[in-house]
């Protein structure tokens, strides 16, 4: 059955060029992802369209900005090689946002893509400083991406180890999941 109104999922003629991405993820409140699965499909049948995706991570509107990086993420997952040349936006101002869902998808992102050892020194700088963000989430996956960062680099185990005690400490459960997962993670790849 259809489904109408102003937040109706509906196709997209993916092939359209003229299909404002904007316009997609655009709107409705923080909790929304609004358009971002037709974006997202949108960019994949044109894999060009990043260009766009990218330059909306810089938005004004802080929402469309998160989201445009949600979607950046998403896409490094699968094809980090689409997202490579639009890297640096995830270790500029944008990670320093004070919009902790905006920090959320850099830190969810850093681990996905490959970094010169300048950037790397960056990298984990924001990692680290966002372990101890007061935002679970944030610091959940700031871990997170650090100890996978760790997995090529066992020199980062020295930061990841005590968070992953504190975590487990914490009385936070959602903090205690993520460690027991990183640190069965490292264990099966025989890090930890």
Do not use: C
């Not at 944008?94 to 010169?116: F, G, N």
Request: overall charge positive; glycine content about 4%.
């Amino acid at each position: 059955m259809p489904v109408s109104g102003k937040n109706a999922w509906s196709p997209v003629d993916r092939s359209r060029p003229d299909v404002s991405l904007r316009d997609l993820i655009a709107g409705g409140d923080r909790r929304s992802v609004r358009q971002s699965e037709q974006a997202r499909a949108l960019v994949n049948a044109r894999p060009e369209r990043v260009s766009e995706i990218a330059v909306l991570a810089d938005d004004d509107d802080w929402l469309v900005s998160m989201r445009a990086l949600d979607l950046l993420e998403k896409l490094a997952h699968e094809h980090a090689d689409w997202v490579e040349p639009y890297k640096k936006l995830f270790i500029g101002p944008l990670a320093d946002s004070d919009k902790w869902e905006v920090r959320l998808q850099v830190v969810r992102a850093l681990p996905l893509l490959a970094w010169t050892p300048r950037e790397r020194k960056r990298v984990i700088e924001i990692l680290h400083r966002d372990v101890e963000h007061s935002q679970r989430f944030v610091a959940a996956w700031a871990l997170d991406g650090l100890a996978k960062l760790a997995e090529a680099d066992r020199t980062l185990l020295s930061l990841v180890t005590p968070y992953l005690d504190s975590f487990e400490r914490s009385g936070s459960k959602a903090l205690a999941t993520r460690a027991k997962h990183i640190r069965a993670r490292l264990l099966a790849r025989g890090i930890a």
